[in-house]
């Protein structure tokens, strides 16, 4: 998916760092925003600095995308 979104989308194409899936949720679980129970994750948008730091981190069930 992010690879047509990537080719599709002209402002996207810019994008100059990764986007990743999470088909196992091994992210979500990481990064605490898996609801076991449903199977499902909150949205997420973490901002990581080439050092490795989490710089920014916004999750909500809808976040209007």
Not at 6 to 30: C, E, F, M, Q, W
Not at 48 to 62: C, H, L, M, Q, S
């Amino acid at each position: 998916t992010h690879k047509a979104w990537h080719a599709a989308s002209d402002t996207i194409a810019k994008v100059r760092y990764p986007l990743v899936g999470d088909p196992t949720a091994t992210l979500a679980r990481n990064f605490e925003v898996l609801i076991e129970e449903e199977g499902l994750a909150l949205r997420g948008t973490f901002v990581i600095d080439p050092a490795g730091r989490i710089k920014v981190i916004i999750v909500g069930e809808n976040l209007g995308f």
